[in-house]
């Protein structure tokens, strides 16, 4: 996952899928600080993006999932799946 994160780039249209997707997730983003979690979430994400054409409604609900952090940005709360 961290090297997804290095090697896609992802094209001005699935950019904003995942901009849209760090203003709808509960943390801001793949975590809630950018530590290690949010590198590798990050290329999930952008896995998920390009290679099955997830929304940013669909990443920002697996971010939530995947919750764990508990740093000190972390929001406490569940997200329900849909």
Known sequence: LLNFQKIIALTAEQQAVYDEA???SHEGGPCCC?????????????????????????????????DGCGGSGHVDGMHILS
């Open 34 to 66: 950018k530590c290690w979690r949010w590198y590798a979430f990050e290329g999930l994400a952008k896995y998920l993006i390009t290679e099955y054409n997830y929304n940013a409604e669909q990443i920002a609900e697996v971010w939530d999932l995947e």
């Open 22 to 24: 760090v203003k709808m």
